[in-house]
């Protein structure tokens, strides 16, 4: 039972444009959303979050959004840079008592072309 | 303020061995998470540990895994009697508290041969 789900497993996109990474959830508890940045080899690192009280979180170059109605979340990248080739992952915590542990999508590589 | 360290990155053990994963948190962070990610696959939640206390276990296998996070010194994840399928990266992250993001060390990549 994926309760998080990145459908995507990979998308290509052209430097200098806009890259949009899609997730979705199906546990109405989750009320704090993040997405994380992996290197092959490395630890994820994390990008940016967004509370359930939001709708639109923006840090430089990188914008979440989210619609809970549809419990969607997406991220979006702008200009995309060769440097951000990676995979990306939305990551979901909230319900289950006071643990708060983080549900991962399965994750989108981001390729990002010169 | 060093991130979070994991000892060793890679550890190679024998099917029937144990081994021993240690996560020390970012200063300042009372709560630790463990977190497998197996080939081709995302990271799957193990367990939830703050000082002394194991606050949610319900990722760990049932049998021949357990965790720790002594009052003293790092947290340890320990795997029995090691088997094939126990190789995976195993990631530790720390957070000051609820409602905080997780910060994740840079893993132990655990091959069972």
């Known amino acids: 039972d994926q309760q998080v789900k990145q459908n995507s497993p990979s998308l290509s996109v052209q430097e200098g444009r806009i890259s949009i990474l899609n997730c979705d959830y199906t546990?109405?508890?989750?009320?704090?959303f993040l997405w994380y940045k992996k290197y092959p080899a490395e630890g994820p690192t994390f990008l940016i979050s967004?509370?359930?009280?939001?709708d639109k979180n923006e840090d430089g170059r990188f914008t979440v959004f989210l619609n809970k109605s549809a419990k969607h979340l997406s991220l979006h990248i702008v200009p995309s840079q060769p440097g951000d080739s990676a995979v990306y992952f939305c990551?979901?915590?909230?319900?289950?008592?006071?643990?708060?542990?983080?549900?991962f999508g399965s994750g989108t590589q981001l390729t990002v072309l010169p | 303020n060093a991130g979070v360290m994991q000892n060793p990155r890679h550890l190679v053990r024998r099917r029937g061995q144990e081994a021993r994963l240690r996560c020390s948190p970012m200063?300042?962070?009372?709560?630790v998470y463990w977190y497998r990610q197996l080939p081709e696959e995302g990271l799957k939640f193990m367990v939830y540990?703050?000082?002394?206390?194991?606050?949610?276990e319900s990722g760990m296998p049932k049998e021949r895994f357990s965790a720790e996070f002594p009052k003293e010194g790092p947290s340890i994840l320990r795997i029995q009697q090691v088997v094939r399928g126990d190789s995976a990266a195993y990631f530790c992250?720390?957070?000051?508290?609820?409602?905080?993001?997780?910060?994740f060390g840079q893993g132990t990549r655990l091959t069972v041969v």
């Open positions: 992250a720390s957070s000051p508290g609820q409602g905080y993001g997780a910060f």
């Open positions: 967004i509370s359930s009280i939001k």
């Open positions: 540990l703050q000082k002394e206390n194991i606050i949610d």
């Open positions: 200063k300042g962070h009372s709560h």
């Open positions: 546990n109405s508890m989750f009320d704090y």
């Open positions: 990551a979901a915590s909230g319900g289950s008592g006071s643990a708060r542990q983080l549900t």
